[in-house]
C-alpha cells in the first residue's frame, strides 16, 4: 500500500483556502483542519467532468450520495445505514443545527465534553440552547467520556448532547461498551444524541471506531449522526454533509426539515463526496491513513527529541495532535508565543474550552519536512 504524499511548500502557498491565506508566508500554518495532500483521484475526475460538461447547476431531487455512503460504511466499519434515512446539508455544523432546533426547545440544556471542537459552543448556541459543559476524563493514558458526569447532567434536565465521534481535539475514539452506555443513559432520561462523525473515515485501522447509531437498538432510538467526506478527503470547501437517522421516529424529524436545508448542499461538494465514497476511493483513503500514521508516530519522535517537556498522546483518528505544553511555562495560550517567535500557527488551546489551557492543537496532515521544520522552529524558544 502506498502513502499519500504531501504537495511540494510551493504549490501549496498558491492555495487561496484559510490555511495558506491567513498568515503571511514566513509562517508554517498548521493551525486549521486542512490537508496538505493532492485530491483523491476519483474526485478530481469527477469534478473536471463536471467542469467539462458545465454540470454546475442545482443539485437533484434524486442524487447517488446516500447510497453512495451507505456502501462507504459498510465497507469501512460494517454497517450499513438506510439510504432512505439520510438527507444531505451543505455541512456538518448545518446538519448539527438543524436537528438540535429540533430536538430541544429554547433554553434548554445540550451536554458538550471539553476540550471539544470550539464552534460547538456556538452551534448550541445557533439553534436556541445552552451549553452545558461536562468535561473529558483524562484516564492518565487517554481521555473518555465521563458517564457520570452525563447522568448528572440528564438528571439535572439537559435534554440532548453533542457528541464528538472520534473527539476532536483529541483523536479519541469512543469504544463501543462507552457508546451504548451512553445510548441507554439518553434514553433512560428521555434525552437525544447528536453525534459528530467528520473524522470517522479517519480512524486507524484497529481503533475500532464505531458509528453511534450502530451500538445499539437504543443509539439508533434516540441518535442522529452527521457525517461528511470534507475532513477525510479535504472537501471542506465544497459543501456536503448528510444526516443519518436509524428509527422512525429521528427519521421524521430529518425528512420534515425544510427543503431548502437539503438545497444548500454544493453540487460540487455532492458529487466529490460520492467519489469519495466509492471503492474507487479506498486505495487512496489507505494510503492517506498510512501516512498519517507514519506522522502521528514521527511527532511523538520529534517532540520526545526536542521539547520533552511536552506532553503528547498519539491520537486513535484523524491528523490533529492535542499537546499540553503547560511545563513551558508560556501561560494559558502558548500558541501566541509560537506564532510571534517562532512562525509557526497553532491552534490555540483555550478555544477548546477552560480545559485547554496550556495546550495547543497542531496539525500533522502535512509532509514530514515540514512536520519536523515547525517542532525545531518551536524548540528554538526553549533553548533561548
Not at 447517488?64 to 466499519?77: D, I, T
Not at 448542499?265 to 465514497?277: I, K, S, W
Not at 495532535?321 to 495560550?333: F, M, R
Request: aromatic fraction near 8%; proline fraction near 7%.
Amino acid at each position: 500500500m502506498l502513502s499519500v504524499k504531501a504537495l511540494p511548500l510551493s504549490e501549496l502557498r498558491e492555495r487561496t483556502s484559510e490555511k495558506w491565506r491567513e498568515y503571511p508566508e514566513d509562517v508554517l500554518p498548521l493551525f486549521v483542519a486542512e490537508m496538505d495532500f493532492p485530491l483523491a483521484p476519483a474526485i478530481t475526475a469527477a469534478l473536471q467532468r463536471a467542469l467539462d460538461l458545465g454540470d454546475t447547476g442545482y443539485i437533484a431531487s434524486r442524487t447517488p450520495l446516500a447510497e453512495a455512503y451507505a456502501g462507504f460504511a459498510e465497507r469501512r466499519f460494517g454497517w450499513r445505514p438506510d439510504p432512505a434515512r439520510m438527507r444531505s446539508t451543505a455541512d456538518v455544523s448545518m446538519g448539527i443545527v438543524e436537528i438540535l432546533r429540533r430536538v430541544t426547545q429554547p433554553g434548554e440544556r445540550v451536554v458538550v465534553t471539553p476540550p471539544v471542537y470550539p464552534p460547538f459552543y456556538d452551534l448550541v448556541a445557533e439553534a436556541g440552547a445552552e451549553v452545558q459543559r461536562v468535561p473529558l476524563r483524562d484516564t492518565g493514558t487517554g481521555w473518555e467520556l465521563d458517564l457520570d458526569g452525563i447522568r448528572a447532567a440528564f438528571e439535572d434536565g439537559a435534554t440532548a448532547m453533542l457528541l464528538c465521534n472520534p473527539h476532536n481535539p483529541t483523536g479519541t475514539v469512543h469504544d463501543r461498551e462507552t457508546l451504548s452506555a451512553l445510548a441507554e443513559l439518553a434514553e433512560e432520561y428521555g434525552a437525544t444524541i447528536v453525534s459528530d462523525e467528520i473524522h470517522a473515515p479517519l480512524a486507524q485501522p484497529g481503533a475500532g471506531f464505531t458509528p453511534f447509531l450502530a451500538v445499539s437498538d437504543a443509539a439508533a432510538r434516540i441518535g442522529y449522526a452527521v457525517v461528511s467526506a470534507s475532513k477525510a478527503f479535504n472537501l471542506a470547501g465544497l459543501k456536503c454533509a448528510l444526516m443519518v437517522t436509524a428509527a422512525e421516529e429521528t427519521s421524521a424529524v430529518v425528512r420534515d426539515l425544510p427543503v431548502e436545508v437539503e438545497w444548500r448542499t454544493g453540487q460540487f461538494g455532492l458529487l466529490a463526496a460520492v467519489a469519495a465514497f466509492s471503492e474507487e476511493s479506498d486505495a487512496w483513503l489507505d494510503g492517506l491513513l498510512r501516512t498519517l500514521d507514519e506522522n502521528r508516530v514521527l511527532l511523538e519522535d520529534l517532540l520526545a527529541r526536542h521539547l520533552p517537556a511536552a506532553r503528547y498522546r498519539l491520537p486513535d483518528a484523524g491528523y490533529l495532535a492535542w499537546i499540553d505544553l503547560s511545563a513551558l511555562g508560556w501561560g494559558d495560550n502558548p500558541a501566541r508565543k509560537i506564532l510571534r517567535e517562532a512562525k509557526v500557527a497553532l491552534h490555540f488551546g483555550p478555544a477548546f474550552g477552560e480545559e485547554g489551557a496550556g495546550h495547543v492543537r497542531l496539525n500533522f496532515g502535512t509532509s514530514p519536512e515540514v512536520l519536523t521544520e515547525a517542532i525545531e522552529r518551536i524548540a528554538a524558544l526553549v533553548e533561548r
